[in-house]
């Protein structure tokens, strides 16, 4: 007998691509469980699934930075407090990521995907699901959106969660309105503008001298951001063309008001509207 639940959670993250780089992802994740009824006549409790499946793969991969650990492209470094990744681009670009050991999930593989996220989310919970269960299938799958979107990757240093870490992200849409039309050009333009891309703030910029980690000289311009937050110390160094710097937080809120006076000023007299998402049905109106 099996038990199902659909979208029972969503795993906001960024893994680490060769191409891409950083790759902010959101990916809704359905269950189902293989077993024999128990002695309340259930497979599980939905309380449970629900409760216990989740909590699981929130402390495993939500808001989390997915790394191939098997990639030859990728150097990991653990220490005391914290773990630096090293991550060699194909166009010979480096990223450098050092922040407390509980921002990574570290995988056993050298390439990245959601079938492999699954077969691990699955091997993780099923040992701590009870005995009456015999399987576990697990599928991940990006929410279904029929207009243009961008993957994006941030940290946010003055959240108490795990927003804070400074390299997570969101597949997001945006829906982008000029005097209540829905503007095609406009939405394409963002989604171009913000493909694969950092979001830093610009109280976060250091100089390459200040990070706490030896970095290799690059071969073009790059961003580095540091910042203290409440589960320890930060850095990255990363590719500045892959980068876009706001002079304000990086929060869904900041993002829909940058996005929309950065439209008015080109728009003049139009009223602009703009919905931002952070991941999958969350997000912020601001209107101009």
Known sequence: MK????????????YLEATRGFVGESYQVDVVLDGQLNEQSMILDFA?????????????????????SLSAACKVLAEDERTQV????????????????????????????????????????????????????????????????YHYTHGLKKHNG????????????IDIFINDQYSEQ?????????TDIYLA?????????????????????????????PQGYFELLMPASRCEVLNNDTTVEELARFICET????????????????????GAIVEL
Do not use: M
Not at 186 to 194: I, L, P
Not at 264 to 281: C, L, Q
């Open 3 to 14: 038990l199902f639940v659909r979208d029972l959670t969503v795993i906001d993250s960024t």
């Open 48 to 68: 449970l699934v629900k409760k216990q499946i989740k909590a699981i793969i929130d402390a495993e991969v939500d808001h989390k930075l997915l790394v191939p």
């Open 86 to 149: 090293d991550y060699h681009l194909n166009d010979a670009e480096l990223i450098q990521v050092k922040a407390p050991h509980e921002a990574y999930c570290l995988l056993d593989c050298e390439v990245i995907n959601e079938a492999f996220i699954a077969r691990y989310l699955e091997q993780i919970i099923l040992e701590k699901l009870p005995e009456n269960i015999s399987g576990l299938q697990i599928t991940l799958h990006p929410e279904v959106i029929n207009t243009p979107f």
């Open 162 to 173: 795990n927003c804070q870490r400074i390299a997570h992200g969101h597949r997001s849409k």
């Open 186 to 194: 406009w939405v394409e333009q963002w989604a171009a503008r913000w």
């Open 201 to 229: 703030s610009e109280s976060d910029l250091i100089k390459r001298s200040d990070l706490s980690f030896i970095t290799q000289k690059p071969t073009a311009e790059v961003h580095c951001s540091a910042y203290h937050a």
């Open 263 to 282: 439209i008015k000023a080109e728009e003049g007299d139009n009223k602009v509207t703009v919905f931002a998402y952070e991941g999958i049905g969350k």
